[in-house]
């Protein structure tokens, strides 16, 4: 199996891990990893990184993320999904409207203080929250400054809210329902989430899990290291600077005021030959991929 990365469509049910482990099944390569953490009740697209792809992986978990959602009106629950234990229930959600509910949203928009569910893969002290969590320990969570880009309400059916969410990484959805219900008085928890892009890629064209053993199926699903660094600048070096940058060495690297300050996805022949960063009129590789 060479190296990819494998846009793979989660059902509800099995956790991230549970993809990769069924991956490195299919696939027969034991070096998978994944962008983006899903749980288990939630859906939708993971970007599995395979072979030496794995060293993409923090290039493609910073992209923003899109969801569609929908919330209970009413119901708290501990892990403010519908896989919690219910908490606390509220009436009044009756007497909402979508206008109530639209300008609850507003205020949720753009760049936001959201604190973190306890129930998470979130660490403190190298410790998930989720298992201090099940073991009755509170955590003491910060708030985390996140950004949300767009937040739609696509339908009202009362008491359940349908969203429609893009937002940074480190996005918790599961509390931006909770702090929406919140925020109109009647609490509120998630019932169904399902994640549908991944900067610029679309759950549409990602694999079923069922199909991993079909190999035409994964391969014309897959993209190649160069492809799923679409969203970065890149660049095509001539053979000479691509000798250079395969072992380490810098090469000149002509630019104006409008060079990137990130990373370079470096190209030679069509395929990704590292991933490098230009400082003073020099291309620096970071991450060599050619042999």
């Known amino acids: ?157 009362l008491p359940r809210i349908g969203l429609r969410v893009t937002c940074s990484t480190g996005t918790y959805v599961r509390s931006l329902a909770a702090d929406v219900g919140e925020a109109l008085g009647v609490g509120a928890h998630l019932v169904s989430l399902r994640r549908t892009a991944i900067g610029p890629f679309a759950v549409e064209r990602a694999l079923p899990l069922t199909a991993l053993g079909d190999a035409t199926a994964v391969a014309a699903a897959s993209l190649s290291p160069l492809q799923a660094l679409e969203h970065l600048p890149t660049l095509d070096v001539d053979s000479s600077a691509a000798a250079k940058l395969v072992h380490g060495g810098s090469v000149p690297f002509e630019c104006d005021d409008r060079a990137p300050a990130g990373p370079i996805a470096v190209s030679h022949n069509g395929l990704l030959l590292a991933i490098g960063e230009s400082s003073g009129g020099i291309l620096h590789p970071r991450k060599v991929f050619a042999e």
């Not at 846009?7 to 994944?34: F, N, Y």
């Not at 493609?60 to 993320?65: C, E, I, M, Q, R």
């Not at 569910?117 to 929250?129: D, E, F, L």
Request: hydrophobic share 40%.
């Open 1 to 157: 199996m060479r190296d990819l990365v494998l846009p793979v469509d989660k059902p509800e049910g099995p956790t991230s891990h549970d993809v990769v482990r069924a991956a490195r099944k299919a696939l027969g390569e034991r070096r998978i990893g994944h962008s983006g953490t899903l749980d288990p009740f939630a859906s939708g697209l993971l970007l599995l990184c395979v072979g030496k792809a794995t060293r993409l992986v923090e290039y493609l978990g910073a992209l923003d993320k899109a969801y569609e959602a929908v919330a209970l009106l009413g119901q708290t629950t501990d892990t403010l999904d519908r896989e919690g234990q219910v908490v606390e229930e509220r009436g009044g959600w009756e007497s909402l409207d979508e206008q109530r509910v639209e300008q609850a949203l507003a205020r949720f928009r753009g760049d936001i203080e959201q604190v973190p569910p306890q129930y998470s893969a979130k660490k403190v002290g190298g410790v998930p929250t989720y298992r201090s969590a099940r073991r009755g320990e509170a955590v003491d969570l910060a708030p985390v400054r996140v950004r949300v880009h767009a937040l739609e309400l696509v339908s009202c059916d």
